[in-house]
């Protein structure tokens, strides 16, 4: 995807804001899931948070261009 969007006379790379929330996304899902003792089910608990970080990633990511194509974003 290519855009940036601008913060202050700093143009950001979209690609960078949705990385971050897909980040914090998957803080959360990460502390849901700890609480819930969900991790007692996942063999390797470091891939299991890589791959939820890239799906989150993926998806921030299709969901910013859905509003890009509608004009809501740079």
């Not at 995807?1 to 959360?28: H, K, N, T, Y």
């Not at 899931?33 to 007692?40: C, D, E, F, I």
Request: hydrophobic content about 60%; cysteine-free; charged content about 10%.
């Amino acid at each position: 995807m290519i855009g940036e969007v601008e913060m202050g006379g700093v143009f950001i790379p979209i690609a960078l804001v949705s990385g971050i929330i897909g980040f914090l996304a998957s803080l959360i899902l990460r502390r849901i899931l700890r609480v819930a003792h969900a991790y007692t089910f996942v063999w390797h608990a470091g891939l299991f948070d890589v791959a939820a970080f890239v799906l989150l990633w993926a998806a921030t990511d299709y969901f910013i261009s859905k509003f890009q194509i509608l004009g809501l974003t740079g």
